[in-house]
Nanobody, 123 residues
Framework: QVQLVESGGGLVQAGGSLRLSCAAS????????MGWYRQAPEKQRELVAR???????NYEDSVKGRFTISRDNAKNTVYLQMNSLKPEDTAVYYC?????????????????WGQGTQVTVSS
C-alpha cells in the first residue's frame, strides 16, 4: 500500500556533496515525522536527521552544520543535503516515515522504511 523510494546515493570524494531524496507513494492520508538513518558495516543503525510535519528538525551531533534535512509536503518527499562529506559518513542511508494510509474504508498507521541507498566517501 505504501512505498518509500530513495535516490541520490553514490561515491564521492571527501569534502564533496550529495543530495538524497525519498518519496513516499501510495494511498497516503498524512505523514508525520520523516527521517534519515544510516548503518555502517559492523555498526548499529543510527538516526542522522529528523523533521516533523511542522518543519522542526534535529540532527545527530557529527552531522550538525554539514547536513540539512528538508521536506516537500505536497510531494510527500524528504531530502538530505550532505555537504563536507567525510569517510566516516560512509554507510547505507535509509529513509523512515511515520504515516497514515487508506485501505478500503479504513485508515492504518505505521512506521515505514525505504530500501536504503549506499553513500561511499573516499579519502
Amino acid at each position: 500500500q505504501v512505498q518509500l523510494v530513495e535516490s541520490g546515493g553514490g561515491l564521492v570524494q571527501a569534502g564533496g556533496s550529495l543530495r538524497l531524496s525519498c518519496a513516499a507513494s501510495g494511498s497516503i492520508f498524512s505523514i508525520n515525522a520523516m527521517g534519515w538513518y544510516r548503518q555502517a558495516p559492523e555498526k548499529q543503525r543510527e538516526l542522522v536527521a529528523r523533521i516533523t510535519s511542522g518543519g522542526r528538525t534535529n540532527y545527530e551531533d557529527s552531522v550538525k552544520g554539514r547536513f540539512t534535512i528538508s521536506r516537500d509536503n505536497a510531494k510527500n518527499t524528504v531530502y538530505l543535503q550532505m555537504n563536507s562529506l567525510k569517510p566516516e559518513d560512509t554507510a547505507v542511508y535509509y529513509c523512515n516515515a511515520g504515516l497514515t494510509y487508506y485501505k478500503g474504508y479504513y485508515r492504518y498507521s505505521g512506521d515505514y522504511w525505504g530500501q536504503g541507498t549506499q553513500v561511499t566517501v573516499s579519502s
